[in-house]
């Protein structure tokens, strides 16, 4: 299993939004530096919380200050853009990351940027549709391209600079239907679970058992392996190791308050529950906690999560942290430190960690 972090980002907007940046510059060389595998970085354009409008920027500077880790748009909300100038983008932000790029893409679900935009919610997936159509095609091809479409319409088109990568990584989120996980199923491209997707829901979004599902229609649909589809897929959750669940209760509550009431005052609560006549004030830190579930507690607390979330949902390929601004920057590094010295080797390599176990009580003579 890969590891990596996801980050909206979130900031409280009360804060320091230039001091902010630094910080997530930061985050990304400090995953690097405790070995995780990639980082993905959101865009948003309203709201006052989620505060980076271009990722590629974002990209572009920590691509400068790593060497390793891969890097992703998480995503680009292709309802706003012109699909060829996204495919442009991207493609010599892959040369400048050398090769580090995942090209990730989505219909953008956050309601006040939709209003922004004055985008009709029922058009986000046929624009995003479209837009990966001729992005795929851009990106995989050079030769001239025409397209007429309902959305967007050219003649003799074709990047001048092409990817880096022969086969550029191309990931799409999903999160109140399948559709875009029967996408990725077909299209052997990476899924992405958002993270207060349910577990198991019953509520107004499928849960991660729906997503595994619609991955494996598409799969069939595809003629791709389910098992290399499943590899592929990441799914985000709330993690933070401590020294204990309590404390890592306490550390977070104020925080954690802060950010949820934010998504609740979007309308977004909505999407994390389970009973649709539950109220929003019933979604406390330890419901979403026990019952999203997030990873959260001792490292062993969080192996036992992690092992419950892959049996439950048949198995996925990735888990990405999602990065929050609940505690301070020392306590968030010190949560990555302890994920990946304690938690990591026991999803790679485990036959290692357990001769490890045994050289070690032989030496004590145990």
Known sequence: MRFGLFTMPEHPPHENWTLSYDRDIERIVLAEKLGFHDFW????????????????????????????????????????????????????????THGRLDYGFGGGGLPSDRALFALDAAEAKPRTDEALEIITHLLTSREPFSYEGRFNRFTNRRLQVPPLQKNPPIAVAGLTGTHNFELCGRNNWKALSVYFTPLVGGGAVPDLRDHAAALMRGAAEGGQSPEAVRDKWAIVREVYVSHSRDQAIAELREGVKTSYDYLKGLGLGVLMKKDMAMPDEELTFEWMADEIPWIIGSPADCIRQIHELREETGGFGSLLINVRDWTTSDLFARSLELFARYVVPQFNGQNDMSLRRQLADEALGR
Request: aromatic share 8%; no cysteine; hydrophobic share 40%.
């Open 41 to 96: 970085i959101g865009e948003h354009h309203t709201g006052g919380y989620e505060n980076v409008p271009v990722p590629e920027y974002m990209i572009a500077k920590a691509a400068g200050l790593t060497s390793r880790i891969r890097l992703g748009t998480g995503v680009v909300n292709l309802p706003y853009h012109d699909p060829f100038l996204v495919a442009e983008r991207l493609a010599f932000l892959d040369h400048l």
